[in-house]
């Protein structure tokens, strides 16, 4: 176990933040900066899952509104995690880690086929482990593929990085009044309505017991701080 109290996280990352300031693809900046992070706190004892989003690429809902499949809009999104994965991979290497990727849609020339055993042998082996492909099912999020890796991989705590540090009681880009939680149960956070993730995935945290931190992704500590306690997050669970 690392000083900080944990021993295996699991680390969502959206497609979004990886594109920037752009609204499409991947800015190489960023993407340096995020591997430098999971290197880091790789460096300070940690075992590290990620999963990464598609939303830089393509997202399902979106291919549907145009009258597109669904099912044919979240398979292209699925894809598009692929393509994070694999250069997020490269990126922690780049950076001096190691990283194994492996994904719930088999493509084998390209990267390892997600099993359980597969994924625990290479966190024990002290590699980065990447989950591409979502849960390889469509209608499903990568917010839902992060609970379920997390879940599925024993990981202490799931760390979510969004736009703002933290749960708060009303919308804060709104409600000048709202405040921030530094911890919160999952049936309160249910309770009180507040949208931490997506209902499959928060109600796959909530039945396993899964704690997620949230935290802002601008933050200058980055996730060492995070995981050390000293920027500001909210705690569910
Ligand atoms: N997706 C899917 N099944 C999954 C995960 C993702 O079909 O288990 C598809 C879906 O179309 C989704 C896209 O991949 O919109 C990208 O994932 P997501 O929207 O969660 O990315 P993020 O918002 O985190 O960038």
Known sequence: MSRTGY????????????????????????LNEVARQIVDLSRRGL??????GGGNIVRGMSIAAEG?????????????TVINSVALGDAIRRAGGRSHVFSSVSMPSICDTFTQRGAIAALEGGATVICAGGTGNPFF????????????????VMLKG?????????DPA??????RFDAISHEDALA??????????FAL??????????????????LVGVIEGRTPSTRVG
């Open 47 to 52: 075992q590290v899952a990620i999963v990464i």
């Open 162 to 170: 969004t736009k703002v540090d933290g749960v708060y009681s009303a």
């Open 192 to 201: 009180r309505d507040l949208r931490v993730m997506d209902t499959a995935a």
């Open 205 to 222: 945290a909530r039945d396993n017991g899964l704690p997620i931190i949230v935290y802002a992704l601008s933050d200058k500590e980055g």
């Open 174 to 179: 709104k409600d000048p009044s709202a405040e």
């Open 68 to 80: 597109g499949d669904r099912v044919i809009g979240d398979h292209m999104g699925m894809l598009g």
């Open 7 to 30: 021993s295996r996280v699991l680390l969502k990352v959206s497609g979004e933040a990886l594109a920037g300031d752009q609204s499409y693809g991947i800015e190489p900046k960023i």
């Open 141 to 156: 999020t990568t917010d839902t593929a992060a609970a379920l890796k997390a879940i599925e991989l024993k990981c202490d």
